[in-house]
T-cell receptor, first 109, second 114 residues
Framework: LAKTTQPISMDSYEGQEVNITCSHNNIATNDYITWYQQFPSQGPRFIIQGYKTKVTNEVASLFIPADRKSSTLSLPRVSLSDTAVYYC??????????FGKGTRLSVIA | DVKVTQSSRYLVKRTGEKVFLECVQDMDHENMFWYRQDPGLGLRLIYFSYDVKMKEKGDIPEGYSVSREKKERFSLILESASTNQTSMYLC?????????????FGSGTQLSVL
């Protein structure tokens, strides 16, 4: 399984765009990149998933360069409610996904 | 939306007790997983199952067992609870064979072993 590395924590002010970068140097051809969000005392929640280039949904955007060795989760105009832990995972459907420690995002008023 | 339901939100048990944590999903998912989450350690995989009556050990199976008698239900069993099993337990499910696997989690069970 490809290992991921992401910052342990980040701080941001409300209204700013937040970019969280994840490195996955040994990503395999069949691996997808998936991001989850976890609020305190809740289970992680799927945010976005991609294979290459750019993916956008109502919550976030995911940018994946051509070599796929990294990815960036972009949260536009964050609010206090975006304070959470964000996990980057890579894998494909035949083996369980491995969660790292994630990035703790703190949004400040 | 997929719903993954864990039977208890909070549970307090005594050392040596046999503990059952139940998880039910309503979307006909083949894959089910049990994780535990501890401060500073992230989520760690205990056991998983890709089909009924099938089970596989994850990264930290010691002290745990599982049961998957029906497709929708995956139970985690602590044979003899110990204080180091105090943790948040999270159940998840996903579709079988999906190359872009998407996990759906329950709300978790906070277990305290005294």
């Amino acid at each position: 399984l490809a290992k991921t590395t992401q910052p342990i924590s980040m701080d941001s002010y409300e209204g700013q765009e937040v970019n969280i970068t994840c490195s996955h140097n040994n990503i395999a051809t069949n691996d997808y990149i998936t991001w989850y969000q976890q609020f305190p005392s809740q289970g992680p929640r799927f945010i976005i998933q991609g294979y290459k280039t750019k993916v956008t949904n109502e919550v976030a955007s995911l940018f994946i360069p051509a070599d796929r060795k990294s990815s960036t989760l972009s949260l536009p105009r964050v609010s206090l409610s975006d304070t959470a832990v964000y996990y980057c995972l890579v894998g494909e459907g035949n083996t369980p996904l491995v969660f790292g420690k994630g990035t703790r995002l703190s949004v400040i008023a | 939306d997929v719903k993954v339901t864990q039977s208890s939100r909070y549970l307090v048990k005594r050392t040596g007790e046999k503990v059952f944590l139940e998880c039910v999903q309503d979307m006909d998912h083949e894959n089910m997983f049990w994780y535990r989450q501890d401060p500073g350690l992230g989520l760690r995989l205990i056991y998983f199952s890709y089909d009924v009556k099938m089970k596989e050990k994850g990264d930290i199976p010691e002290g745990y067992s599982v049961s998957r008698e029906k497709k929708e239900r995956f139970s985690l069993i602590l044979e003899s609870a110990s204080t180091n099993q105090t943790s948040m337990y999270l159940c998840a499910s996903s579709l079988k064979g999906a190359t872009n696997e998407k996990l759906f989690f329950g709300s978790g069970t906070q277990l305290s072993v005294l």
